[in-house]
């Protein structure tokens, strides 16, 4: 059985293929996933910690090696709440520049923590987290067949499925949020309303390739 929300974060991958499709077709752009996060967030603490780090994202994208390279971004907030404690994470779907995997633009995962930790203002050891993928061509079966799972899903899903909210401290808030190239192109696109395969570049399989790292994202508070 399919919960809402996660029938809502398979919404999102698969809108985001679309995307990513039509960029693919109309440019050279090189992609990666970015995730920055924080760990052991106290209830006390999670809404400053949220505020914190949306505001630290806001300053992340003006830093120069950030700037010259990144074309915009999809983001998303994922919290994951494990006994008492927090951790919450920003999920990136990013396109860069055709030359970004060049040398002397390529930002390393270490510059990407230490850029994460002076835009908030910590120390990087400071329960601070970044991994980094670059999304490429391997595996491309399997991703197809991630696809063609996630559309089957979402086309027998029904709203008697989603389960009551629970109840937690944090206020509604942008959960997601597109930038520059990515949100010209979904100014252009339509929200899914079907599921049809046709209306998808299964083919792309940097698109496809992106999708299996999105599916596994949630938009709000989940539980471990």
């Known amino acids: 059985m399919m919960v809402g929300g996660c029938k809502k974060s398979l919404d999102y991958a698969l ?8 960029i693919n077709d109309a440019k050279q ?14 209830e006390e603490r999670i809404n400053d910690q949220l505020d914190k780090m949306l505001l630290g994202l ?28 927090y951790h919450p994470t920003i999920h990136l779907l990013l396109p860069m520049m055709k030359s ?18 002076r835009a908030l203002n910590q120390a990087p050891e ?14 491309d079966r399997t991703h197809q067949v991630h696809m063609m799972e996630a559309l089957a899903a979402c086309a027998a899903f ?9 109840s937690e401290p944090i206020p509604s808030r942008r959960w997601i949020a597109y930038s520059r190239l990515m949100k010209e192109q979904a100014n252009q696109v ?17 698109a496809n390739h992106a999708f299996s790292m999105m599916r596994h994202w949630h938009a709000g508070l989940r539980m471990a």
């Open 158 to 166: 029904t709203s008697e499925e989603c389960p009551e909210p629970a």
């Open 126 to 139: 400071d329960e601070l987290a970044v991994s980094i993928i670059a999304l490429n061509e391997k595996g």
């Open 58 to 85: 806001n300053r992340l994208f003006k830093y120069k090696n950030i700037k010259q390279v990144s074309l915009g971004y999809f983001r998303m907030l994922d919290i994951v709440k494990a006994g008492s404690m």
């Open 15 to 22: 809108y985001n293929h679309i995307l990513i499709s039509k």
């Open 29 to 42: 752009v090189n992609w990666q996933i970015v995730n920055l996060g924080l760990a052991n967030v106290s």
């Open 190 to 206: 339509a929200p899914l309303l079907h599921y049809d395969v046709e209306q998808f570049a299964i083919h792309d399989a940097i």
């Open 100 to 117: 970004y995997v060049q040398g002397r633009y390529y930002i390393k995962k270490k510059d990407w923590l230490d850029m994460w930790a």
